[in-house]
T-cell receptor, first 114, second 114 residues
Framework: GDSVTQMEGPVTLSEEAFLTINCTYT??????LFWYVQYPGEGLQLLLK?????DKGSNKGFEATYRKETTSFHLEKGSVQVSDSAVYFC?????????????FGKGTHLIIQP | ETGVTQTPRHLVMGMTNKKSLKCEQH?????MYWYKQSAKKPLELMFV???????ENNSVPSRFSPECPNSSHLFLHLHTLQPEDSALYLC?????????????FGEGSWLTVV
């Protein structure tokens, strides 16, 4: 079955540091890939997505590139802020047999210190 | 504000109680979902409805009973729950079930079973 693997957290960085959160996946079809963010006490919000190989999703200074050859979708940001502290979820939607919801990773808790 | 509203935000119930969670979306979407979010576990897809018809039931115990009276509303009826059912229950919607469509989440209902 489909699965998503994310680096375990928490990840603690200083403000303005470079961020990478690794995400790899397995899927039977040709999935779309997503990053969602969950701020404390809130639901999940879509951060960015990519629907085919080599696409780059970007939003709020975050980027991720769909790498089919390495089955990865790593999240990056050049300079993080305290307000980026949240839990980040990598997810896929498998187009092979129709998509019923998303398959999520366990989430990576990011803590940015001033 | 994602356009998906869940009530109540917090619920404490005894194991013999019957309660319901409500979800409403104002986005004109045709697919709606229930997810369970437990600590240190990936989000679990519970139920999927498409055009008011249930299309997915991921081996969810019968003490959870979904209801979708129309495309805008989704309920999760709870009966004789167990303490391990305590979690954040997230409702979500998407335009339809096609891969790549963005799924929009509500802020969740925190359930505590005592």
């Amino acid at each position: 079955g489909d699965s998503v693997t994310q680096m375990e957290g928490p990840v603690t960085l200083s403000e303005e540091a470079f961020l990478t959160i690794n995400c790899t996946y397995t899927a039977t079809g040709y999935p779309s890939l997503f990053w969602y963010v969950q701020y404390p006490g809130e639901g999940l919000q879509l951060l960015l997505k990519a629907t085919k190989a080599d696409d780059k999703g970007s939003n709020k200074g975050f980027e991720a590139t769909y790498r089919k050859e390495t089955t990865s979708f790593h999240l990056e940001k050049g300079s993080v802020q305290v307000s980026d502290s949240a839990v980040y979820f990598c997810a896929l939607s498998d187009g092979g047999g129709g998509a019923d919801g998303l398959t999520f990773g366990k989430g990576t808790h990011l803590i940015i210190q001033p | 504000e994602t356009g998906v509203t869940q009530t109540p935000r917090h619920l404490v119930m005894g194991m013999t109680n019957k309660k319901s969670l409500k979800c409403e979306q104002h986005l004109g979407h045709n697919a709606m979902y229930w997810y369970k979010q437990s600590a240190k576990k990936p989000l679990e897809l519970m139920f999927v409805y498409n055009f008011k018809e249930q299309t997915e039931n991921n081996s969810v115990p019968s003490r959870f009973s979904p209801e979708c009276p129309n495309s805008s509303h989704l309920f999760l009826h709870l009966h004789t729950l167990q303490p391990e059912d305590s979690a954040l229950y997230l409702c979500a919607s998407s335009l339809n079930r096609v891969s790549g469509n963005t799924i929009y989440f509500g802020e969740g209902s925190w359930l505590t079973v005592v």
